[in-house]
């Protein structure tokens, strides 16, 4: 019964390769967004959707590429990963857009790049 | 760009005390949130307060819009409130104020 779930959990590999991550919410909600959370527990904006439209596409390399085939997932693919992508990935959802309503969290995705 | 401050960075306290965590923001248009990362990582919403009072429980906060700044009272803290309390103005996010309760 989660209300948003992401895979992997951790996610260890090597600098160069193309990794991706998934999420899905059974809330019913519109918006989706990924967070990057850097070792110093700073919590970052990347990409928002609103029914499957990007909406918000934050200054994030393009090697990061947001993909949501419906409204209710919303997938991160990260090509050429280097060390500096190493950090924890949290996926969230909410009724309405930009931040103007309840955020509901996914459980985070830890990647670590060798 | 929004702005959000949190103080204070660091809140060590013991069992039974009560605390007051507070984050200033830039913009009076807040939508301003309170989260807790608890020490597994989970992230869990505590409350959506772009102004007025929410009680839920020993916790509440309160906003006041048009000071831009928003408190989070914690009472008669247990060890199960420690962890890393975000507040976020919009999409932004500001630093966290990271509370230990001793037992």
């Known amino acids: 019964d989660t209300a948003v779930s992401q895979t992997p959990k951790y996610l260890v590999t090597q600098m160069g390769n193309d990794k991706s991550i998934k999420c899905e919410q059974n809330l019913g909600h519109d918006t989706m967004y990924w967070y990057k959370q850097d070792s110093k527990k700073f919590l970052k904006i990347m990409f928002s959707?609103?029914?499957?439209?990007?909406?918000i596409n934050e200054t994030v390399p393009n090697r990061f590429s947001p993909k949501s085939p419906d409204k209710a997932h919303l997938n991160l693919h990260i090509n050429s990963l280097e060390l500096g992508d190493s950090a924890v990935y949290f996926c969230?959802?909410?009724?309405?857009?930009?931040?103007?309503?309840?955020?509901?969290f996914g459980p985070g995705t830890r990647l670590t790049v060798l | 760009g929004i702005q959000v401050e949190q103080s204070p960075p660091d809140l060590i306290l013991q069992e039974g005390a009560n605390s007051t965590l507070r984050c200033n923001f830039s913009d009076s248009v807040n939508n301003l949130q309170w989260f807790h990362q608890n020490p597994w990582g989970q992230l869990i919403n505590l409350f959506y307060?772009?102004?007025g009072t929410k009680q839920n429980g020993r916790l509440s906060a309160t906003t006041v819009a048009t000071e831009r700044y928003s408190l989070l009272y914690i009472s008669s803290s247990q060890t199960t409130d420690s962890g890393v309390y975000f507040c976020?103005?919009?999409?932004?996010f500001g630093q966290g104020t990271r509370l230990t309760i001793n037992p």
């Open positions: 959707y609103n029914n499957k439209e990007l909406i």
């Open positions: 307060i772009p102004s």
């Open positions: 969230a959802s909410s009724r309405l857009r930009g931040g103007t309503d309840t955020q509901y």
């Open positions: 976020a103005s919009k999409l932004v």
